[in-house]
Every structure is written in structure tokens, then in C-alpha cells.
């Protein structure tokens, strides 16, 4: 046992330095491409950080935005800056340096200082709310703890972060119309795994969906799934339809957040408070918001891939 | 009969480890970037595969073993088309492979 109890030690405390070493090299990189796949690489090492804390929810998520959906994002925009200007880019010079090093230092010391702080002093085995979130976890309607919290006991926040998410989008749209693309020509190995992949993902995220009742998952694992189907579509080129592209996109787009809004509202017409479920009603509301929350979330991340507002003409 | 799967086990994963060091080894020795893929992808697939194996032995019910194959067979589709796209791209940008 005691063997195994260092091995694990020192896979942690690897874990923890190549974090600290990748987040540097991916912050001072000069070179954005190279920074961004060191930020990917960074995104998947944390999701193995999170496995180890023992929170695989966060993991799940972590590993699909984190990584996976915040990388593409990134290398498009990458590649939008490339077309624009032809130069090698590169991240902007600091004129004045010591001084720009010497702020940075102390705020790195006083951030670290005051986190190590916290750590510190922090109780051993504290239990934190996780007592009273298994001690209600029957009237929640599921029993997954981390869902719980998320749909049932801190609702707002959910429903807040869901409307950030479409707010993000919206600062998008505002910049202008879809960028137009260069002729990509996926090529055959495209074309045909994309047609095997997508079906896959989309049951992969019906999967998450459902087993976030009990298990980790839930609606923001699976919405990125589907966001990652959406993407893949637009990367081999293939192209929506424009009838589906005015207020049918805008409708999918706002649909879980409206129905999130709808139930709360709904629940207080029957002398509830805002978004108190019923312990009889519980589960199913929970999954019916977040059904439409996986739906909404997956449209809005591919939107977000697509760079700008569908239907918009783009004046030179 | 426990100890003689745990062993196998065991030999399993040790296999798979030596072949990711091998893949790991061959990217940051091998001279350019086909080789380099070829190295990474191909031992990488054998190592996850004994690894899957491994680990199947230790796995409470067949459903486990089903999504430990799974995803083995998605890592095996998934390097290979985007090893594929990669030496694709490189071709295109006019990387010439290596000679000695």
C-alpha cells in the first residue's frame, strides 16, 4: 500500500509542475500557434487533475470545453488573424520591461501567496455543504450530487451561466457576418468519418444527458458534444440551409435558457418560489430543463465556431 | 486465479507502457514529421490496445469491457485519420519526406 500511496505522489507532483510548466510556455510563447497547442495540451492535463481530485464531472468538462471546444475556437481565430494579415503574428513587444516584469512578479507573489494561504489554512477533512447536499439529495429528484447542486439547489447560477453563454454569442453576432471561407476541400478520410463520428456523438451526448441523473454528465458535457458535431460539419464545408439560419437557429438558440425561465416562472405560479421544484416533480423537471439545455448549448457553441452572425451580408 | 489474472494484468500494462515510451521516443528522435507520425500513432495504437486489455482483465462486468474496447476502437479511427490529415498537409505545404 505504501508503495502505491508514493507512486501516487509523485504522479501528482509531476502533474502539478508540468501544469505550472505548460501554462508558462503556452503564456510566453511568442508563437500563437504553438501557445494554443500548448494551452490544449494544458486543457487535457487538467482534466487528468481533475480526475485525480476525484471530480469527474468537472473533468468531463474540462476535457470537451476546455480542451477541445476553447481549442478550436481558438485555432480559428488563429486562422481569421492569419488571413488578415499575412506577417507572422506575433504577440505584441512590452516597451517598458522591468517594470511590466516587476508588476507581474508581485502580483503572481501576492496571488500565490494569498491561494497557498487558503490552502493552508483550510481544515483537514472539511466537509464542507456536502453534508446537507446528501442529507436532501432525496427530494433533489436525482442522485448525482454534482447535478443536484447544479439543476436543483443552486439553479440561479445554472441558469446565469446559461444566459452568459448567450450573451457570449451575442458579442459574436454583433461583430458582423460569417467570415467567408476559403475553399476547404476535406478530402475523402473527412468525408468519411465525419458521416461514422457524428451519430456517435450525438448518442455519446444523449448518453451523458441521462446518466447525469445518477452519474457524472449532465447537460454542459453533452451540449459540448454536440457543439463538436456541429463544428466537424462546418469543417469539412457542409452548409445549413439558409431557411434554417434566421429565427429557427434564434429559437434553438434561446430554447433552453426560455424553458429554464418558463419552469421557474411556472413553479412560482403554483406558490412556489423561483425555480423550487417539487420533490414529486423534481427529476423530470430537471431533465426536461436540461434536455433543452444540452439542445441549446450545443447550437450556441457550433454558432460560436462559425465566427459571426448566419444570414448577415458582410459590406467590404 | 486471481493472482495469475492480476500477473497477466500486470504484463499487460507494462507491454503497453513500453510502447508508448517507444512512440514517445520515436517523436522527439525520429528526422521529420511522416516518421514521426508514424511512430507516435502506430505504437501508441499497440500500447492503448494492450493497455485495454489490461485493464478488461480487471473490469467487473462485460458492459465495462464493451466501453474499454470502444474507446480503443475510437482512438484507433481518430489517430489515424488525423495522422492521415497531418501527413496530408505537410504534403501539400511541400515537406519532402526524409532521405537519408
Same mark, same amino acid.
Given at each position: 500500500?505504501?508503495?502505491?500511496?508514493?507512486?501516487?505522489?509523485?504522479?501528482?507532483?509531476?502533474?502539478?509542475?508540468?501544469?505550472?510548466?505548460?501554462?508558462?510556455?503556452?503564456?510566453?510563447?511568442?508563437?500563437?500557434? %504553438?501557445?494554443?497547442?500548448?494551452?490544449?495540451? /494544458?486543457?487535457?492535463?487538467?482534466?487528468?487533475?481533475?480526475?485525480?481530485?476525484?471530480?469527474?464531472?468537472?473533468?468531463?468538462? @474540462?476535457?470537451?470545453?476546455?480542451?477541445?471546444?476553447?481549442?478550436?475556437?481558438?485555432? =480559428?481565430?488563429?486562422? %481569421?488573424?492569419?488571413?488578415?494579415?499575412?506577417?507572422?503574428?506575433?504577440? @505584441?513587444?512590452?516597451?517598458?520591461?522591468?517594470?511590466?516584469?516587476?508588476?507581474?512578479?508581485?502580483?503572481?507573489?501576492?496571488?500565490?501567496?494569498?491561494?497557498?494561504?487558503?490552502?493552508?489554512?483550510?481544515? @483537514?477533512?472539511?466537509?464542507?455543504?456536502?453534508?446537507?447536499?446528501?442529507?436532501?439529495?432525496?427530494?433533489?429528484g436525482v442522485s448525482n450530487p454534482v447535478t443536484a447542486v447544479l439543476l436543483n439547489y443552486r439553479g440561479y447560477d445554472t441558469l446565469l451561466e446559461m444566459s452568459v453563454l448567450l450573451?457570449? *454569442?451575442?458579442?459574436?453576432?454583433? #461583430?458582423? &457576418?460569417?467570415?467567408?471561407?476559403?475553399?476547404? /476541400?476535406?478530402?475523402?478520410?473527412?468525408?468519411?468519418?465525419?458521416?461514422?463520428?457524428?451519430?456517435? *456523438?450525438?448518442?455519446?451526448?444523449?448518453? #451523458?444527458?441521462?446518466?447525469?441523473?445518477?452519474?457524472?454528465? &449532465?447537460? $454542459?458535457?453533452?451540449? =459540448?458534444?454536440?457543439?463538436?458535431?456541429?463544428?466537424?460539419?462546418?469543417?469539412?464545408?457542409?452548409? $445549413? &440551409?439558409?431557411?434554417?439560419?434566421?429565427?429557427?437557429?434564434?429559437?434553438?438558440?434561446?430554447?433552453?435558457?426560455?424553458?429554464?425561465?418558463?419552469?421557474?416562472?411556472?413553479?412560482? *405560479? /403554483?406558490?412556489?418560489?423561483?425555480? @423550487?421544484?417539487? =420533490?414529486?416533480?423534481?427529476?423530470?423537471?430537471? $431533465? *426536461?430543463?436540461?434536455?433543452?439545455?444540452?439542445? =441549446?448549448?450545443?447550437?450556441?457553441?457550433?454558432?460560436?465556431?462559425?465566427?459571426?452572425?448566419?444570414?448577415?451580408? %458582410?459590406?467590404? | 486465479?486471481?493472482?495469475?489474472?492480476?500477473?497477466?494484468?500486470?504484463?499487460?500494462?507494462?507491454?503497453?507502457?513500453?510502447?508508448?515510451?517507444?512512440?514517445?521516443?520515436?517523436?522527439?528522435?525520429?528526422?521529420?514529421?511522416?516518421?514521426?507520425? !508514424?511512430?507516435?500513432?502506430? +505504437?501508441?495504437?499497440?500500447?492503448?490496445?494492450?493497455?485495454? +486489455?489490461?485493464?478488461?482483465?480487471?473490469?467487473?462486468?462485460?458492459?465495462?469491457?464493451?466501453?474499454?474496447?470502444?474507446?480503443?476502437?475510437?482512438?484507433?479511427?481518430?489517430?489515424?485519420?488525423?495522422? !492521415?490529415?497531418?501527413?496530408?498537409?505537410?504534403?501539400?505545404?511541400?515537406?519532402?519526406?526524409?532521405?537519408?
Open positions: 500500500m505504501e508503495a502505491i500511496t508514493l507512486l501516487q505522489l509523485i504522479f501528482d507532483t509531476l502533474l502539478g509542475f508540468t501544469l505550472l510548466w505548460l501554462a508558462w510556455q503556452a503564456l510566453s510563447s511568442p508563437d500563437l500557434f %504553438r501557445a494554443i497547442v500548448l494551452f490544449i495540451a /494544458f486543457g487535457l492535463l487538467m482534466a487528468l487533475t481533475w480526475v485525480r481530485l476525484n471530480a469527474p464531472d468537472i473533468a468531463l468538462a @474540462e476535457a470537451a470545453i476546455g480542451a477541445g471546444l476553447t481549442g478550436a475556437l481558438l485555432l =480559428s481565430a488563429l486562422a %481569421r488573424l492569419k488571413a488578415k494579415n499575412s506577417a507572422t503574428i506575433m504577440t @505584441e513587444q512590452v516597451k517598458n520591461k522591468p517594470l511590466f516584469w516587476l508588476l507581474l512578479t508581485m502580483l503572481s507573489l501576492a496571488v500565490t501567496s494569498g491561494l497557498a494561504f487558503s490552502v493552508l489554512t483550510l481544515q @483537514e477533512n472539511s466537509p464542507g455543504l456536502s453534508i446537507w447536499v446528501l442529507e436532501n439529495i432525496e427530494t433533489s450573451v457570449a *454569442l451575442l458579442g459574436i453576432w454583433s #461583430l458582423g &457576418g460569417v467570415p467567408k471561407r476559403h475553399d476547404s /476541400f476535406p478530402g475523402q478520410i473527412l468525408n468519411i468519418l465525419i458521416p461514422l463520428l457524428v451519430p456517435l *456523438l450525438i448518442m455519446v451526448a444523449g448518453y #451523458l444527458l441521462w446518466a447525469g441523473a445518477h452519474a457524472p454528465g &449532465g447537460a $454542459f458535457q453533452a451540449g =459540448s458534444l454536440l457543439g463538436a458535431a456541429g463544428i466537424l460539419f462546418l469543417l469539412v464545408g457542409w452548409q $445549413f &440551409g439558409t431557411q434554417f439560419m434566421g429565427l429557427p437557429l434564434r429559437i434553438m438558440i434561446t430554447f433552453g435558457l426560455a424553458l429554464f425561465i418558463a419552469v421557474g416562472v411556472a413553479l412560482m *405560479l /403554483f406558490g412556489n418560489q423561483f425555480l @423550487e421544484y417539487p =420533490s414529486s416533480l423534481a427529476g423530470s423537471l430537471i $431533465f *426536461l430543463i436540461e434536455a433543452a439545455a444540452t439542445l =441549446s448549448i450545443g447550437i450556441t457553441l457550433a454558432a460560436l465556431f462559425l465566427g459571426g452572425r448566419p444570414g448577415l451580408r %458582410r459590406h467590404k | 486465479m486471481t493472482l495469475l489474472i492480476d500477473i497477466l494484468t500486470s504484463l499487460l500494462l507494462i507491454a503497453g507502457a513500453v510502447f508508448f515510451l517507444g512512440g514517445t521516443i520515436g517523436l522527439f528522435r525520429f528526422p521529420d514529421v511522416y516518421t514521426r507520425l !508514424h511512430a507516435l500513432t502506430k +505504437a501508441d495504437n499497440v500500447g492503448l490496445g494492450l493497455m485495454m +486489455a489490461g485493464l478488461s482483465l480487471q473490469a467487473d462486468s462485460l458492459a465495462t469491457v464493451g466501453k474499454l474496447l470502444l474507446i480503443w476502437l475510437l482512438v484507433l479511427l481518430a489517430s489515424a485519420s488525423v495522422a !492521415h490529415l497531418i501527413a496530408k498537409t505537410a504534403r501539400q505545404r511541400g515537406i519532402e519526406p526524409w532521405k537519408q
